[in-house]
């Protein structure tokens, strides 16, 4: 088994930046991402489809999961420890089940690849289960569900990740920041889409403080490996990091442990490393599931949607559907062209284009 040291040899050495943020176009930002991928030894169509999951991630808000990373995966291809060229292999296949394996490639083609299969399957079935081992880092976990929940399809998914988490109580990083994700379509417009991590802000965000010399606000609670509250990204990055709920959301770390990486045949908890991550999808057909069908289930949502609409806000509050915000803020930078990406991010894309002779006229 790897030492802890080899084990975090995905995660990326920040360097500090002192450049500005730009505002990039969208359509820039999808080219030059298909580019870099495609110089990094991608297929064209693979490389596009990791472009669009990159360029939905950042849309919607979600930007520390779409081309923040670019920088990482150009260097896991050059360790060696993930491939460009690797597809999504079926191991096993019944009327209501897919299980592939992603031979160490990109975790966004990978997994996206599969779900691909995996809809029909279930529009057929009314149900399928499907599980990926060997796979990567997925990027924003939303992004499969709402493939699901775009054909109909109500949708669970949730994957492993690198240990960062302790068991509640302890200071050992045995279990990784797993992300849960749903979605569950609605008669018109976007489904409702749930997609949350383990701790109470994604750790990419503490990877941009420490890019951009910031501090981190005391109530995301981290500690160093003492148990003291920290702000510093260094010190948190390597201490206990929080789990929602305490003991909780270590719970559901050991249950997403147990979906992804047990049940798919992968790696689990301590075991998991960059390649070697696993991940599980459950798809269902709202027609065959709801004993009345498609429309009585449509019905239902609209009800529950209405119930929500019509509660008690507090002043100055405003109640949202799981994953509102997100849909309201990619329509507006869609509608505006652009999106802005802060310096960390800008300077990663001009190094990334330097490594890989690839001309830089993002901004």
């Given at each position: 088994m790897s030492t802890p040291e080899q084990r975090q040899r995905g995660i990326p050495t920040i360097e500090r930046t002192e450049g500005e943020p730009a505002d990039i176009a969208v359509d820039a930002v999808?080219?030059?991402t298909a580019d870099v991928f495609t110089a990094a030894g991608m297929a064209r169509a693979d490389a596009e489809t990791v472009a669009e999951n990159f360029l939905w991630a950042d849309s919607r808000g979600v930007d520390?999961?779409?081309?923040?990373?670019i920088p990482w995966y150009l260097r896991w291809f050059e360790q060696?420890?993930?491939?460009?060229?690797?597809q999504v292999e079926i191991l096993r296949e019944r009327p209501s089940l897919l299980s592939g394996d992603g031979h160490s490639g990109l975790g966004q083609l990978v997994a996206t690849r599969f779900v691909?299969?995996?809809?029909?399957?279930?529009?057929e079935s009314g149900l399928c289960l499907g599980?990926?081992?060997?796979?990567n880092d997925w990027g924003c976990g939303g992004w499969y569900p709402h493939l699901a929940a775009s054909a109909g399809l109500a949708a669970i998914a949730t994957t492993t990740s690198i240990p960062n988490l302790a068991p509640y109580g302890a200071r050992t990083k045995l279990f990784g920041n797993n992300p849960i994700a749903f979605a569950f379509p609605r008669r018109e417009g976007a489904p409702i889409l749930l997609d949350m991590a383990l701790t109470p802000v994604a750790l990419g965000k503490v990877l941009r403080a420490q890019a951009e010399g910031t501090e981190l606000p005391a109530a995301w609670g981290f500690q160093d490996r003492d148990g003291n509250p920290t702000s510093d990204p260094a010190t948190a990055l390597a201490g206990i990091v929080p789990a929602i709920g305490g003991y909780k959301g270590t719970g559901l770390a050991m249950i997403t442990n147990l979906l992804a990486g047990v049940l798919s045949g992968s790696a689990h908890t301590s075991a998991v490393e960059v390649g070697k991550r696993g991940q599980f999808f459950v798809f269902m057909d709202p027609d065959v599931v709801h004993p009345e069908g498609r429309e009585a289930y449509f019905d239902a949502v609209e009800d529950l949607v209405a119930q929500v609409r019509a509660v008690d806000v507090l002043p100055g509050q405003q109640v949202f559907l799981?994953?509102?915000?997100?849909?309201l803020r990619r329509q507006e930078r869609l509608a505006a062209g652009v999106i802005r990406y802060p310096a960390s991010v800008v300077d990663g894309l001009r190094k990334s284009a330097e490594k890989l002779g690839l001309p830089f006229d993002l901004v």
């Amino acid at each position: 088994m790897s030492t802890p040291e080899q084990r975090q040899r995905g995660i990326p050495t920040i360097e500090r930046t002192e450049g500005e943020p730009a505002d990039i176009a969208v359509d820039a930002v999808r080219g030059f991402t298909a580019d870099v991928f495609t110089a990094a030894g991608m297929a064209r169509a693979d490389a596009e489809t990791v472009a669009e999951n990159f360029l939905w991630a950042d849309s919607r808000g979600v930007d520390t999961h779409g081309v923040q990373r670019i920088p990482w995966y150009l260097r896991w291809f050059e360790q060696g420890i993930t491939d460009p060229k690797a597809q999504v292999e079926i191991l096993r296949e019944r009327p209501s089940l897919l299980s592939g394996d992603g031979h160490s490639g990109l975790g966004q083609l990978v997994a996206t690849r599969f779900v691909e299969r995996m809809i029909p399957k279930a529009l057929e079935s009314g149900l399928c289960l499907g599980t990926i081992r060997m796979s990567n880092d997925w990027g924003c976990g939303g992004w499969y569900p709402h493939l699901a929940a775009s054909a109909g399809l109500a949708a669970i998914a949730t994957t492993t990740s690198i240990p960062n988490l302790a068991p509640y109580g302890a200071r050992t990083k045995l279990f990784g920041n797993n992300p849960i994700a749903f979605a569950f379509p609605r008669r018109e417009g976007a489904p409702i889409l749930l997609d949350m991590a383990l701790t109470p802000v994604a750790l990419g965000k503490v990877l941009r403080a420490q890019a951009e010399g910031t501090e981190l606000p005391a109530a995301w609670g981290f500690q160093d490996r003492d148990g003291n509250p920290t702000s510093d990204p260094a010190t948190a990055l390597a201490g206990i990091v929080p789990a929602i709920g305490g003991y909780k959301g270590t719970g559901l770390a050991m249950i997403t442990n147990l979906l992804a990486g047990v049940l798919s045949g992968s790696a689990h908890t301590s075991a998991v490393e960059v390649g070697k991550r696993g991940q599980f999808f459950v798809f269902m057909d709202p027609d065959v599931v709801h004993p009345e069908g498609r429309e009585a289930y449509f019905d239902a949502v609209e009800d529950l949607v209405a119930q929500v609409r019509a509660v008690d806000v507090l002043p100055g509050q405003q109640v949202f559907l799981p994953g509102e915000p997100e849909e309201l803020r990619r329509q507006e930078r869609l509608a505006a062209g652009v999106i802005r990406y802060p310096a960390s991010v800008v300077d990663g894309l001009r190094k990334s284009a330097e490594k890989l002779g690839l001309p830089f006229d993002l901004v």
